[in-house]
């Protein structure tokens, strides 16, 4: 079973420019989160949805940033224009039902990251 | 509120000694779940274990195991016999029943020494 893909893995760009960085969640997973890792703020929630809708967006840092999922295969977190303070790694992570029912599993598998690098 | 608090930032033994990772969490729910994650330089977060608050029972896997004890909040984490592989930053993290997110703690860095 393939884990949670990201892509690219790696990503440097001049400060302006717009960055697209893509998740694929772990098949029959229904909710998708995406996180920021940086030294000095630890790893923070930016967004995450549930069967494809944004259920919390309270964590993404201004109106530069926004995501979408499309499908229940895919997302898309976009800076639009990057700023050097923006480098940092990004991380989507996707678990199934989180409610403590029977069978429920609340635990949630990341992706590699995606390490962003604003010059 | 929730909350997860690692008290130690950075540990550093050398290897084959035991060593104790903490984690003490607040929640105002009786309903919760615990975690642990694991991020090797690599830099993946490895999902370690999860605890439900029913289930206090110590868990043990091959040379890690987890103590869990609600009286004093706590959640922690023991490598035995540790090895230069086990050098990661492991990270604590909470989530309640009525909340689909997690809460990390902000991790603590080990270092094994060889």
């Known amino acids: 079973d393939a884990g949670v893909i990201q892509s690219p893995r790696h990503e440097v760009t001049e400060m302006g420019q717009e960055v697209t960085l893509r998740c694929k969640p772990i098949?029959?997973?229904?909710?998708l989160f995406w996180y920021r890792q940086t030294m000095m703020r630890g790893l923070e929630l930016l967004i995450y949805?549930?069967?494809?809708?944004?259920?919390?967006d309270s964590g993404m840092p201004e109106d530069r940033f926004s995501a979408k999922m499309p499908n229940a295969s895919f997302s898309t977190l976009k800076i639009q224009p990057s700023e050097p303070r923006d480098s940092a790694v990004y991380f989507c992570?996707?678990?199934?039902?989180?409610?403590?029912?029977?069978?429920?599993?609340?635990?949630?598998?990341f992706g590699p990251g995606t390490r962003l690098t604003v010059t | 509120a929730q909350k997860v608090t690692q008290a130690q930032t950075e540990i550093s033994v050398v290897e084959k000694e035991d060593v104790t990772l903490d984690c003490v969490y607040e929640?105002?729910?009786?309903?919760?779940?615990l975690f642990w994650y694991k991020q090797p330089p690599s830099g993946e977060l490895v999902f370690l274990i999860r605890?439900?608050?029913?289930?206090?029972q110590n868990e043990i896997s091959g040379r890690y195991s987890w103590n869990f004890q609600k009286s004093t909040s706590s959640f922690n984490f023991t490598i035995t016999a540790s090895q230069v592989v086990d050098s990661a930053v492991y990270f604590c993290?909470?989530?309640?029943?009525?909340?689909?997110?997690?809460?990390f703690g902000k991790g603590t860095r080990l270092h094994i020494l060889p």
């Open positions: 993290a909470l989530s309640q029943n009525r909340d689909d997110k997690i809460i």
């Open positions: 098949s029959g997973h229904d909710y």
């Open positions: 949805f549930n069967n494809n809708v944004p259920i919390d």
């Open positions: 605890r439900n608050s029913f289930d206090e």
């Open positions: 992570a996707s678990s199934s039902s989180p409610r403590v029912i029977a069978g429920g599993s609340h635990e949630q598998y």
């Open positions: 929640t105002r729910d009786t309903t919760y779940y």
